[in-house]
């Protein structure tokens, strides 16, 4: 056996791994999973290995074949190579944001599969009818593979630095009740952000057939904003800015997990503050904080400033999406690919439950824990709908994969319902403010070309962005809502909760007196 054929079985292994998911100097894949990852990374380590053996064993083996069926099938092996090389680059070349990047790879799968085996009939062709030219080509793709090799030199070490150094971090692990001997404020504030509401959809044109009562009874009690200009496009930098009252523009993590940011027009990567984010000012001005979320790891970038947290981790690493979890095994990992391509062949795959309906049960469930926890006085509580994609059969009321972002609509309009239920349930209701915002609106621009994109989402949508999103306050005790329709920056919300917290703003008429004085 040449060590050529041993390197370029090495470098199909690193081509294949989907590794750089893991060590991308953005690290967005592990701020969003939660720690460790070392079971994940010694699975994927041994498929690597058990990739490398397979390819040079199957290499060396077309070696002893007839020259004609050698040069079909050495084209077919570039041709893969060639394929997954150009995917690679594209996905990483395509936007200098990584968060760009996988909405946008995410759901073109199929145009990557279809391309996958145009390229493969192509280059049988051409094995076929030009063998000579074919030839060289080949020798030049396979020469770059073996040279790909010498990657392994550092990414194994990088991947088992990884593995080693993320360990359980218990002061952000799960919710934990506060012992505090007393609350500093009389008042509570749960604030509930809906991810992807749009205010459009929900509160000024809902499609025909979308019905919203909870968020309808809502705004004929709260102040409303119809005309807010969003903060950003994305959640990972939404949420931030509206914590800190600045708008970040682009976000990255440490392997540790933690937040740095770029603020709009600078230059320069700032570590994030929790002593400067409204949960610090809430700690200071005698407040208990919790917070239950999702996709953001908050019991990390905020476990100095909150009394009690929870948050859902992103299955953001490749193996997750077949089944692997950092609870079993580094080998159980490993049997999970050859697992999951094995029941594809035979066509006895199981459907796994839906990962956006595990996440919404599971949010929900910690959700409601905090309502109920009164000792915590201000609350965030950020849930995964009305966000893509669909888990709801609103005909039916009831949870399923399949649905349309109207079906979302109406799940997370009953689940207003069911949480102002809790908050009316608590000895706190009557001295409860609720706030119920979005972090952005139905982004058009990332779904419309997904293929679950439905006909009944383009007629509702008309193929346009609208970017408002939503922002409803109720004070305690209010029976009349208003509309605030002057063109208002986002980032407001971040300034008219620090006043809530300072005891400035109580009600509607002291939130008028403080927008008159912003000049808004």
């Given at each position: ?15 294949f791994?989907?590794c ?24 994927l ?8 053996i ?15 069926i050698?040069?079909i ?9 060639l ?34 085996i ?35 030199l ?73 005309r ?68 953001n ?21 490749p ?16 049997a ?27 949010v ?35 949870l399923?994969?399949?649905g ?15 949480l ?8 706190s ?29 383009e007629?509702a ?16 005790g ?24 300072c ?18």
């Open positions: 056996m040449k060590i050529r054929t041993l390197l370029e079985g090495i470098g199909a292994a690193l081509l791994s989907s750089q998911t893991i060590i991308s100097p953005y690290n967005t894949a592990l701020y969003h999973h939660g720690l460790p990852v070392t079971n994940l990374i010694g699975g380590l041994l498929d690597m290995l058990g990739v490398a397979l390819v040079t064993g199957v290499l060396v083996a077309v070696q002893h074949l007839p020259a004609a050698q040069g099938l050495n084209s077919l092996f570039a041709g893969l190579m394929w997954r090389i150009v995917d690679l680059a594209i996905q990483m070349l395509a936007s200098p944001e990584p968060i760009i990047q996988h909405y946008v790879f995410f759901y073109k799968a199929h145009v990557r599969e279809q391309s996958c145009v390229m493969l009939l192509l280059s049988g062709i051409l094995a076929y009818s030009v063998p000579r030219i074919t030839q060289t080509t080949v020798r030049a793709i396979r020469l770059v593979i073996a040279s790909l090799a010498f990657s392994a550092w990414i194994i070490p990088q991947l088992l630095h990884i593995a080693m150094l993320r360990q359980p971090d218990e002061s952000a692990a799960s919710i934990h009740l506060p012992t505090l001997a007393h609350i500093g404020s009389s008042q509570r504030i749960i604030w509930i952000l809906f991810d992807e509401l749009s205010y459009d959809q929900t509160l000024d044109h809902p499609a025909p057939g979308v019905k919203l009562p909870n968020l309808d009874r809502l705004r004929t009690v709260s102040v409303s904003f119809s807010l200009k969003p903060a950003g496009f994305f959640t990972e930098a939404i949420i931030p800015s509206l914590f800190l009252g600045r708008r970040i523009d682009r976000v990255r993590s440490s392997v540790h997990g933690d937040l740095w940011y770029k603020e709009e027009s600078k230059d320069q990567w700032r570590a994030f503050e929790q002593n400067a984010t409204l949960f610090a000012l809430a700690q200071r001005s005698g407040w208990s904080s919790g917070v239950s979320g999702t996709y790891p908050y019991c990390h970038i905020l476990a100095s400033v909150l009394s009690a947290c929870s948050w859902e981790p992103s299955l953001s690493l193996m997750e999406q077949f089944g692997a979890a950092e609870q079993k095994s580094a080998l159980a990992n490993a999970v690919l050859p697992n999951a391509l094995l029941a594809k062949l035979t066509n006895s795959s199981a459907e796994p439950e839906d990962a956006h309906i595990v996440e919404y049960r599971n929900m469930v910690r959700t409601q824990a905090l309502i109920e926890n009164e000792q915590v006085s201000f609350v965030f509580l950020h849930l995964p709908v009305p966000h893509p994609p669909g888990i709801y059969d609103r005909e039916r009321h009831m399923r994969s399949g349309t972002y109207l079906d979302n609509l109406v799940l997370a309009d009953e689940t207003l319902g069911a102002l239920n809790e908050i009316g349930a608590t000895s209701a009557s001295r409860t403010t609720v706030i119920v915002s979005s972090d952005h609106s139905w982004r058009i621009p990332i779904w419309r070309p997904a293929p679950g994109w439905s006909a009944e989402e007629r949508s008309g193929g346009r962005f609208d970017d408002r999103p939503v922002l409803l306050i109720h004070f305690p209010q029976n009349l809502g208003s509309d605030v329709n002057s063109v208002l920056p986002e980032l407001l919300e971040h300034d008219i909760i620090a006043e809530m917290l005891g400035k703003i109580n009600n509607s008429k002291e939130l008028a007196a403080f927008l008159n004085l912003q000049g808004r």
